[in-house]
């Protein structure tokens, strides 16, 4: 567990409530070293009483009671959101996560000054249950002491990945929009179960827990994906049969065109 961090968040959204549940759960922070606020207040007070967090009644109550803030806010409402706590972000005492896809370190120091102290991020959902990943930018104004706590509360739930500014909106896409995607594939394959007689509990379970092993392999291992997949295909069987039917369905296509409509939308 983290000292005596306490962690604020404006904007208390489904991926702020999901990194707050990871922190908590991992036993990164007690619940209680935890705040929030929004613009409904009495929703994140439910929200926060279900891991022991306190909510506030302003971003300058979450300001004040934080050593790191986290801006969970849609990019759009960063300016207003952050307006009465301006000054209070630039103190050497506290430094900002930003996890408002499409803001980066830039932005900020526009916004608060040379002097504040910046980290960008984009997480995606698993972060929840410590399987996140954070694409986290390169360009930081964070000090040695904070690049440290920023590893001590985020590692445990997440794979920290540092990418150039200029591909935090493919590293997004990858991490954060794909599990989607992956979600639609263990729908089908397990609609394919049971298609076969599975039944639907089976097949989730069976699509999921394969989903998850492929990445825990890959992640151990090192090893070329192409080769995980040839290493499943033995010559003339079964793997390679369904394995040519998805080439020839443009399954590879598919998803890379799904990556395509989001940077080019």
């Not at 301006?86 to 900020?108: H, I, T």
């Not at 739930?157 to 989607?180: K, Q």
């Not at 040519?244 to 395509?260: M, N």
Request: proline share 3%.
């Amino acid at each position: 567990m983290v000292g005596n961090v306490t962690v604020g968040f404006i904007g208390f959204g489904n991926m702020a409530q999901g990194i707050a549940k990871g922190l908590v759960n991992r036993g990164v922070l007690d619940g209680s070293h935890i705040v929030a606020n929004s613009g409904h207040f009495e929703k994140v007070e439910r929200a926060a009483a279900a891991i022991g967090a306190h909510a506030t009644h302003s971003a300058k109550e979450t300001v004040a009671a934080a050593d790191v803030v986290v801006v969970a806010v849609k990019p759009w409402q960063i300016e207003t959101a952050l307006a009465d706590v301006l000054e209070d972000l630039r103190q050497d005492d506290k430094f900002v996560v930003s996890v408002a896809a499409g803001r980066n370190l830039d932005f900020y120091q526009d916004l608060l000054g040379d002097v504040a102290h910046v980290q960008c991020v984009v997480p995606n959902t698993p972060i929840e249950v410590g399987q996140g990943i954070l694409v986290t930018e390169n360009a930081n104004s964070l000090t040695d002491a904070q690049q440290d706590v920023f590893n001590e509360l985020f590692s445990p739930i997440a794979l920290i990945e540092r990418v150039d500014t200029g591909l935090m909106g493919i590293g997004s896409s990858v991490a954060g929009c794909a599990p989607a995607f992956t979600a639609m594939y263990i729908e089908a394959l397990a609609d394919a179960g049971v298609k076969y007689g599975l039944k639907r509990e089976n097949a989730y379970r069976l699509a999921a827990k394969m989903t998850e092993g492929v990445g825990a392999l890959y992640m151990a291992t090192g090893t070329n994906p192409g080769a995980m997949k040839d290493a499943v295909c033995s010559p003339g069987g079964t793997t390679i049969k369904g394995v040519t039917e998805l080439e020839k369905q443009g399954f590879r296509g598919a998803v890379i065109s799904g990556v395509d409509a989001i940077q080019n939308g």
